[in-house]
Structures are given as C-alpha cells and as structure tokens.
C-alpha cells in the first residue's frame, strides 16, 4: 500500500456510503492501494482509513473529539448531546469512571444470570409457538434483564414497547428517510421515560439499590460537584440500557456461527476458553457498525499530510478487524487465532480501541462479552432446536446488519 493519500476523484461520496454500507471503505482502499484516502462526505472533506496506526491515530488521548464526528441524525440516536463520548481532556475520564464502575466481575456475573433466567424461562413458549425469531426475541429478554440489573422498573406491559423503542435506536442509526425518522420519535418516548427514573431515584420516591446504573447516573455529580442536569442523566441512563438491547444482533451472530461452523459447537459448550476466544472471532468476523470517526483537537502530520483544527478522520471498524496486516487469512472465521492474543487495543476494535478508562472506547465491551458468552453457553447447552432452512445471509449495504431472517429457530425445547 501506498504511503501517501490519495483523493477520491468523486465529489461527495456520501450516497454511495449508504449505498455500499460496510463495503464502501474496504472497495476504496483496494482500488487506490492504500490504508487511507480523501473524499467528501455530506459535503465536508473527510478522511477514511483503516489498520492498527489509522486507530492509534484516533485513539490517542485529547488529539481529536467526537464533537461533530457523526452525522446528527446518528448521534441523536446512539450518543446524544451531552453524553461522556462528546466530553474531552479531564471532563471525559471523570464521567467514563461512572460507567467503568458499573462493569465489575459481579456485575458482569449478575446480568449474564439475569439473560439466563429470562432465557430459560423462554424456552416453554419458544417451543410452543413452532418457530422463534432469535434476534428479536433475546432484544426482548435483554431487555428485561438489563432494565434489572440497572434498577429500572419496568412493568410487564411496557416491555414490547420498551424494546421497540430501543431497538428502533439502533436501526435507524446508519439510514436517513423513515428509518431514522421512527427512532428519533421513538427515542424521544424513552427520555422522557428515563428522565421520570431519574427524578423519582432523586426525590425519594423511587429506591434503588447503591450500585445499580439507576442510582449510580441519578446521583453522579461532574469534576466540578454538580449533579447532572436530569436530561444528560436520562441521556446516559440510556447509553446504559440501549446498547445492551444491542447486544442482541451479537448473539444473533452468535447463533448464525454456531450453525455454519457445526465443528465449533461442541468446544464452545463445553470449554470455557475456547468459548471466549469463539465470541472474539464472532466480533471480529461480523459486522456491528462500519466506522467511528473524530475531528481534530490537536493538529498533526500523517502520511504526508497536514490535519489542521477541525479536520475530518474516521476508522474504519470492519476493515480493520479484517485487515490482512493483522489477521491470516481474515475472511475465514477461526476462533484458535485468539490464542494467546495479546489483547493490542488499535489491532481489534469491533467496539472502538485505545483505553477503556482514558479513551473513547466503548465502556460496555465487557458486558458485550459477558452477555455472547453467556448465550453461546445457552445457545448449546440448554437447549435443542432446529434450524430450518432460511436466508441467514448479511446485507453489508444495511448498516447496522443482521442476518436476514432474524435467525429463526424451530422444535426448541429445553436440554
């Protein structure tokens, strides 16, 4: 590949990102033989780029933002204006260290226990309805489940709507027109939801135990005392609760891997590590979202090239969890090859790279693991079912993907 970057000779590449979805970085890095090029997007000058140097260049601590990083209409729906991921220098660690707080070994324990309860108790009407969509229905157990592990209640008739409303976040995230449009409205109906929690946890009225996400967002107060505005609380309760629905598109993938490598099941039910090191290939090997970009704080040279102030640089996730610099042979799905992996945090980022405490990486990584792994463990273990015949094939140009079917499942019953 090349050393310098090239430009795209197209003038707004915008239309074809949408188009193409995960593909688009992955087509132009082949076709200008290099790891990172220029082009336009929404009519501003951004550059794209992929591999372990590409994310150490985002990831390094204070030189770049998230400010303006995403397009609006996607930040509404999985951050929002006053979340940690828009703080910088000492203001974004001393949030973070809220989250981070929440992700201790037996917290990471109790809500794996609490999926498994409500999977369990699934299991009888999965296999008295015949057929099951997966994907859709673990949202639903999720949930619940994170609703108590966070301290949400959350009354047996809003679950269905609760779970739309987050579900409807997240696909509408990486698509404008009506799919954009249903989760805004839809994330609009959960704040106010969220910020009710908040202010009842806040005048007594609700109890929470210490601890629990409810009560450790309600009473965090910034580097300077202060508690959070019940807004940007409701907005990080959210950031709690969302992407744990989200984790749900994971254990579909999950579920797809274990059909199509059938030689992977047996180890994955019953040996411990080799199941961590399958949910790792499943993050690396499928496609959560395509890119996290910044905008620079600190100006620098790379390649060549001078990013003032300002400058547009986004990384491309899935070229790079797929980047033949790093992983042999990266089109096969092979869970061995985490061995003994290191554990670098520019070479995998399926959820961001750098730091979990200092930098912008996705504070819930660890729950995401907690959660696939406890799955893949129900998935082959506590049940049986079927697999009838279906379109389990991924739309790359969709983001964010899923199986096509919802990966439905037939003649379940409990093991």
């Known amino acids: 590949m090349t050393d310098d970057i090239p430009r795209l000779d197209a003038f707004d590449s915008s239309a074809a990102l949408l188009r193409e979805g995960y593909a688009f970085g992955g087509r132009r890095f082949a076709r200008c033989s290099s ?6 997007l929404m009519l501003r000058k951004a550059v794209v780029a992929f591999g372990e140097e590409a994310a150490r260049w985002l990831y390094e601590p204070d030189r770049m933002t998230r400010r303006r990083a995403l397009p609006v209409t996607t930040l509404t729906l999985l951050q929002d204006f006053g979340s940690v991921e828009l703080l910088d220098e000492e203001a974004h660690p001393h949030r973070k260290q809220m989250f981070m707080s929440l992700m201790t070994p037996g917290s990471l324990e109790e809500i794996g226990d609490l999926l498994e309860r409500e999977w369990r108790r699934a299991l009888p009407a999965w296999g008295a309805a015949g057929e099951v ?6 949202r639903e157990l999720l949930c619940r489940a994170v609703c108590a592990w966070a301290g949400v209640p959350l009354a047996e008739e809003e679950v269905a709507a609760r779970t739309r409303e987050f579900a409807a976040m997240v696909e509408g995230a990486g698509s ?40 450790v967002v309600a009473w965090h107060r910034d580097a300077e005392g ?3 505005d019940a807004d940007v609380a409701a907005v990080e309760l959210i950031n709690v609760l969302r992407p744990t629905v989200a984790v749900a598109r994971y254990v579909a993938f999950v579920a797809v891997a274990l059909h199509q490598y059938p030689e992977c099941r047996a180890r994955v039910s019953g040996e411990e590590e080799y ?23 600190e100006e620098f040279d790379w390649r060549g090239r001078h990013f003032p102030v300002g400058s547009w640089f986004l990384l491309d996730i899935y070229a790079t969890n797929h980047d033949p610099r790093i992983w042999d042979e990266p089109a096969a799905f092979r869970p ?27 504070a819930g990584e660890w729950l995401t693991i907690s959660v696939m792994e406890r799955a893949a463990r129900l998935l082959t273990t506590a049940m049986t079912y079927d697999v009838p015949l279906q379109d389990l094939s991924i739309d790359l140009s969709r983001m964010p993907a899923a199986p096509s079917s919802g990966v439905r499942l037939t003649k379940v019953q409990p093991a």
């Open 35 to 40: 790891d990172a090029f220029e082009t336009r």
């Open 133 to 138: 969509g997966l994907f859709d229905a673990v």
């Open 176 to 215: 404008v027109g009506p799919r954009n449009l249903r989760g805004q409205v839809l994330r609009h109906r959960a704040e106010r939801w969220v910020r009710d929690v908040v202010e009842r946890v806040r005048s007594g009225d609700l109890e929470v135990e210490d601890g629990r996400a409810a009560h």
């Open 226 to 228: 202060h508690l959070l």
């Open 275 to 297: 199941r961590r090191w399958f949910v790792q290939e499943v993050r690396r090997y499928y496609p959560f979202f395509p890119m996290v970009g910044g905008r620079v704080r």
């Open 336 to 362: 061995e090859r985490f061995a003994g992996w290191g554990g670098d945090p520019y070479r995998f980022v399926p959820q961001g790279g750098g730091d979990h405490d200092t930098a912008h990486r996705c």
